[in-house]
């Protein structure tokens, strides 16, 4: 009789649709690219596939570097588009305008356009990433829809086993259409 009640409730179990959770959506934010223009995303966001490459860090730049360049190289297209998001809202008010000029000096013009410090929402930002301060260091990536539902993500070091499934959920989102 024990063994039947069990069947009975294992099938009814399955028998219910799954819940797949909604995925998470960015945080609406607004920069200066370092080319000097401004962009809102997420609804700035055009292509169907987009990359975001965050550091939260100033040591996170040789991480966010990793991914950046393959990413540029290999993926950036009419239908990929990347972003490298530094975030700066821990600096002072008066340092920050010193951390883009410095910026501007060492990132290479090809990024420029891509590459915005943000001063605000941080915190959200590290909330839809899942932040973890035991490793403050690393590059946060994510890819997202134009929507700004978050399709990807890693916040592991690179590597080509990772940026091939990077690559991989990008061209298939950008196919798409969505």
């Known amino acids: 009789m024990k063994i039947h009640v069990a069947a ?8 219910l649709p ?5 995925p998470a959506t960015i945080p609406a934010s607004s920069g200066t690219a370092l080319d000097g223009q401004t962009l809102t995303i997420p609804s700035g966001l055009t292509a169907p596939a987009n990359i975001l490459i965050l ?7 040789d991480a966010t570097t990793a991914w ?39 990132v290479p013009d090809p990024v420029k356009p891509q590459f915005i410090p943000l001063t605000a929402q941080e915190s959200a930002w590290k ?3 899942g932040f973890s301060p035991q490793d403050p260091d690393a590059a946060y990536v994510l890819l997202v829809d134009r929507s700004g539902h978050v ?6 070091s690179f590597s080509t086993d990772r940026f091939n499934q990077l690559a991989a959920a990008a ?8």
């Open 55 to 61: 550091g939260f860090t100033r040591s996170s730049s």
């Open 151 to 156: 399709r990807w993500q890693t916040h592991e």
């Open 127 to 129: 909330q839809t990433v």
């Open 68 to 106: 950046e360049k393959p990413t540029r190289i290999s993926l950036a297209s009419p239908t990929i588009h990347y972003l490298d998001i530094a975030f700066i809202q821990d600096a002072p008010s008066f340092i920050r305008p010193l951390i883009v000029r410095s910026l501007k000096k060492v």
């Open 8 to 15: 009975a409730a294992l099938s009814v179990s399955l028998a």
């Open 171 to 178: 061209r298939q989102l950008a196919a798409s259409g969505k």
């Open 18 to 22: 799954a819940q797949t959770p909604a």
